[in-house]
């Protein structure tokens, strides 16, 4: 079974378009949604909204580390233009939403990622779109765990829940061949990103599992330029996708 994954698509619906080309089972790992893109300034709903010089700014105080006057700086920015903030933001996801969904391959199994709004996913999903969170799927035999969203961090981006609420979604699971996640278990090669110069979040509550049950395989994104993009856990072979925005591609599995 030739299978195709992707995560961190933050915006590149042409690419996503063609993702599924040759595939039999098409995955997405989550992050559709573009807020920044930190290559481009001129690119992402906060540059849409507030221009790409206000951008530049932001993402500065944000490399600093400096995630209060970032706030306080985006705050001020939403001050001067004014008007419902929540649905302005909101009408910006849905354009995006609607571009994405309608490019992703169709079926396609799918979970969140710490950059997504899921209450927004069912207006947007195509009957193929199978979307799983703390689920398990069984595809010609073989067993694909799911768990979407991220932990909470200081950049408070939309999907983060609790170290608790994840680990009982892991719990969910329980044995599976394929491990399917958004953010990588708790492995500081896996989880430090060496362009933004910082460690993401991953999740120890994922590590404990596969030391516990050993999937054949874990699948994650999250982190855009990992130390290493795959190491091994026992049996358990931990990869990560790849940032599909740079990438273009899909990661290819053959199972
Ligand atoms: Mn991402």
Redesign the pocket.
């Known amino acids: 079974m030739r299978v195709h994954v992707v ?2 698509v ?1 915006g590149a619906s042409d690419a996503l378009a063609r993702a599924g080309e040759g595939s039999e089972l098409f995955i997405c790992l989550g ?1 559709l949604v573009l807020f920044i893109d930190y290559h481009d300034m001129s690119r992402g709903i906060f540059s849409q909204l507030f221009g790409p010089d206000n951008c530049a700014k932001f993402v500065e105080l944000r490399t600093q580390g400096r995630y209060d006057q970032a706030r306080e700086f985006g705050n001020s920015l939403w001050e001067q233009r004014g008007g419902d903030r929540r649905s302005q933001l909101d009408d910006e996801v849905r354009k995006q939403y609607a571009e994405l969904f309608a490019a992703m391959p169709d079926p396609a199994l799918l979970t969140y ?3 997504d709004l899921p209450t927004m996913w069912p207006e947007f999903t195509r009957p193929g779109h199978q979307v799983l969170d703390g689920q398990v799927v069984d595809i010609n035999g073989v067993r694909f765990g799911f768990v979407g969203g991220g932990l909470r961090t200081a950049m408070r981006t939309p999907f983060e829940i609790t170290d608790e609420d994840y680990a009982a979604k892991v719990e969910a699971l329980g044995r599976v061949d394929v491990l399917c996640t958004h953010i990588p278990p708790a492995l500081p090669e896996l989880t430090y990103d060496t362009v933004a110069r910082r460690f993401e979040r991953g999740s120890s509550a994922l590590l404990e599992a596969i030391v516990k049950t050993q999937p054949a395989i874990a699948l994650f ?2 982190v ?1 330029q990992p130390l290493a993009s795959r190491t091994r856990i026992g049996k358990t072979e931990c990869m990560n996708v790849g ?1 599909f925005r740079s990438r273009q591609t899909p990661f290819v599995l053959d199972l």
Do not use: K, Q
Request: without cysteine; charged residues 20%.
């Open positions: 995560s961190d933050h992050d990622g710490n950059v994104g999250h855009h940032h």
